[in-house]
């Protein structure tokens, strides 16, 4: 039962050219949405992150947009570049002490991008 | 530095091994976690503490076992009843109810 679904698994884009990646959620409860990224042989790092009741956040290149009414949310990522290269995970969790806390991801999205 | 320390960084078990995996985090966190990675997959959720002296099952629970006695430590251990344990391991803390984890760099685990 996977809670947090992500799509593509991967992705090659062109250098400057623009990485989307688009996960979509099943509980309501859920009211914190995180962006990980990660390289081969690290941890994830925390990236960017959301609340319900914003539909849009930028930092820099990078930029969420949230549907909550479709429990939809995607990352942009703008002007690609090589270094950009890594596995990108949503996630989600509920601060709710009834849902356990617990922090969900998705399954990942590799992408390239290619100079 | 505060951050979270995971060791060793590269690990060998034996089969019928068992072998413990260390988390330490100085970051004041309450939530602690454990993740299972294999190649080219998503991160698996095998146990979680949101307090001391609590801890609860993940999705994948079967052939571990967790404490949680310090703030600070969060081990694992991956049993003999692991079939199939090879994976990279992380682990990760966050202000209860927070979505903004910070991991360690993980632990590669290989059975030999």
């Known amino acids: 039962q996977q809670q947090v679904k992500q799509s593509p698994q991967s992705l090659i884009v062109q250098k400057g050219g623009i990485s989307i990646i688009n996960c979509a959620y099943e509980?309501?409860?859920?009211?914190?949405f995180p962006w990980y990224q990660q390289f081969p042989g690290k941890g994830p790092a925390l990236l960017i992150a959301?609340?319900?009741?914003?539909s849009e956040k930028k930092e820099g290149r990078f930029t969420i947009s949230f549907n909550k009414s479709a429990k939809q949310f995607s990352l942009h990522i703008m002007d690609s570049q090589p270094g950009d290269s890594a596995t990108y995970f949503c996630?989600?969790?509920?601060?709710?002490?009834?849902?356990?806390?617990?922090?969900?991801f998705g399954g990942g999205t590799r992408v390239l991008v290619k100079p | 530095d505060g951050g979270i320390t995971q060791s060793p960084k590269y690990l060998f078990r034996k089969e019928g091994q068992n072998v413990t995996l260390s988390c330490e985090q100085n970051?004041?966190?309450?939530?602690m976690y454990w993740y299972r990675q294999d190649p080219g997959q998503g991160l698996r959720l095998i146990y979680y503490?949101?307090?001391?002296?609590?801890?609860q099952k993940g999705d994948i629970a079967e052939g571990y076992s967790v404490s949680r006695e310090k703030k600070e430590s969060f081990p694992l251990t991956v049993t003999s009843a692991q079939k199939n344990p090879t994976a990279f391991y992380l682990c990760?803390?966050?202000?209860?109810?927070?979505?903004?984890?910070?991991f360690g760099q993980g632990t590669r685990l290989t059975v030999v």
């Open positions: 990760a803390s966050s202000i209860r109810g927070m979505g903004e984890a910070f």
């Open positions: 509980n309501t409860a859920f009211d914190y």
């Open positions: 959301i609340r319900p009741d914003v």
């Open positions: 996630a989600a969790i509920s601060g709710l002490a009834s849902s356990g806390n617990k922090l969900t």
């Open positions: 970051l004041n966190h309450d939530a």
């Open positions: 503490s949101q307090i001391v002296n609590d801890f």
